[in-house]
């Protein structure tokens, strides 16, 4: 018989439970919704108020998707598909936090989550067999499963700036957005950080405020969005066709089904390139620009056509040719640091109330009382806006005391770099299951896919348990080892290396750089799950 379910109760005030799934984000609302349906007994963990994770923090001016509303979405259930409403081509975050809201409400996938509570600890007992929990606010959980559902991009990081707290005007950091917004009218506001967080909230910041001081290190390759009020005939159409449509995401190398270009760019003639990377422009979206020819992300002469490209944009949108060659990127390949997608970034350089100053060119030296300094003097701000991203990938786990077997830390075992095997679990943790995990395809895809398809995972996994009479599962030392050289070796075969990125933990000082992101496409990554699934799970030891 199958031992997922609680032995007797540990000890005074421990809530004995089968799961605890930590995260009510697009994951941990997955996963607690299909524990449920497994049978399973679920304890929820949230650090937010309420559902949304990614959609519940990021409230900053802008923010909005880059994939597609229909097909950022979940997949698994008919009914919710049809009944949903999308109003925009890319939805805005207040959709997508409505959206989560109703999937919430209609699975009624509150009551077992905790919100407002942060996990800080989860120990595993080797001889229960199970894992304790415990939070911030004193709950203690003892687990036969645990399902880390908590995002790659949440632990959000702000440069230690020398004078920081000396600064008397307002500190933001766009991923802790005041929920009823911030004013800026007429007001002289810095921002620091032009990744797809700045390039979305400073056109969004620079319509409302008196001044937008950009603080940029690095300029950004970005494509126009495109964005449009989706119809409700173009909603009819899809919803018509919907499980075809899932299905060539699924079978797709970004989660996103594009028309995929089979040509080398270098074998195309010049004009031929321009008009296919015109096209693309001209429909917008990242994926579908880069899916122009078959080795942008993999050949750097094939790739500098397209980046060539669109520094030709760039010159072409903003007026100030010295400006305009401040913001174009150069380098490093397009592609190599995540793709911006943009509604009207450079066209905002072209406002009187922006300006632009290049750190690279003029380092900040400190922040004052009243503003900036850099080498060449100082910006007086009101408000400072930090878009200045993530502790990614590893950055969410290691600041959960997590211990494995042998009381072995996270943090500890992934020291150089972290390894797993499938990107779902890793070696000397059993049962404990990671959503997205690095190894998978994860943020590099269409999120919501490869969430779907790991709690999927997850389930045929605790179902082939329960079958065979197993209490834990966990990978062998080997194919771990082996998974980690493969990501690795599909790693050199891009071009992500050549970038300091957050997929290579540059930017945060002393970081170990190394892409760890399975980046063979999320159609091979799911086939290789199909054919481990299918032949009776190897590579994991089950006890
Ligand atoms: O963070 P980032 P983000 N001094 O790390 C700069 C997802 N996302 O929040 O490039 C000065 O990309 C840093 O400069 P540099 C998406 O996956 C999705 O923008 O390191 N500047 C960079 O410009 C994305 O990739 C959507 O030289 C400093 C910026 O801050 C990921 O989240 C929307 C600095 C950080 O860029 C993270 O994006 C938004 C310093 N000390 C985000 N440190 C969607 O549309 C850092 N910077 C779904």
Known sequence: EANLTSPTPGGKNVTDVDVVVVGAGFGGMYALHRMRELGLSVAGFEAGDDVGGTWFWNRYPGARC??????????????????????????????????????????????????????????????????????????????????????????????????????????????????????????????????????????????????????????????????????????AAIRADYPARRELNRRSRSGIHVDRGSQSALTASPAERADEYARRWAMGGGANFLAAFADLYTDLDANETAAEFVRGQIRQTVRDPDLAE???????????????????????????????????????????????????????LDDLVFATGFDAITGPLFAIDICGEQGRALSESWADAPHTYLGLMTTGFPNLFLVTGPGSPSVLSNVVVSIEHHVELIVGILESMKARGYGTVQPTAEAEADWTDHVDALAQQTLYPRANSWYMGANIPGKPRRFTLYAGGVDAYQAECERIVAAGYPGFTFE
């Open 66 to 235: 880059d994939v597609e509303s229909v097909d950022y979405s979940y997949s698994f259930s008919a009914e919710l598909e049809q009944e949903w409403v999308w109003t925009e081509r890319y939805p805005a975050q207040p959709e997508i936090l409505r959206y989560l809201n109703h999937v919430a409400d209609r699975f009624d996938l509150r009551r077992d989550f905790r919100f407002g509570t942060r996990v800080m600890a989860a120990h595993y007992d080797e001889q229960d067999r199970r894992w304790a929990v415990s939070t911030d606010s004193g709950q203690h959980v003892s687990a036969a499963l645990c399902i880390f559902a908590i995002g790659n991009l949440s632990t959000l990081y702000v440069p230690d700036l020398p004078g920081l707290d000396a600064f008397e005007g307002r500190i933001l950091h766009t991923a802790r957005w005041p929920a009823d917004g911030v004013e800026f009218a007429d007001r002289r506001v810095g921002v620091i950080g032009t990744g797809s967080t700045g390039i979305q909230a400073i056109p969004a910041i620079a319509r409302g405020a008196g001044h937008v001081t950009v603080f940029q290190r690095t300029p950004n390759y970005s494509i126009p969005a495109v964005n449009r009020p989706l119809t409700s005939a173009q909603l």
């Open 326 to 380: 401040r913001l174009t990127p150069k380098g490093y390949p397009i592609g190599s640091k995540r793709i911006c997608v943009d509604i009207d970034y450079f066209e905002t350089f072209n406002r009187d109330n922006v300006s632009l100053v290049d750190i690279r060119e003029s380092p900040i030296r400190s922040v004052t009382a009243h503003g900036i300094c850099t080498e060449d003097g100082e910006y007086r």
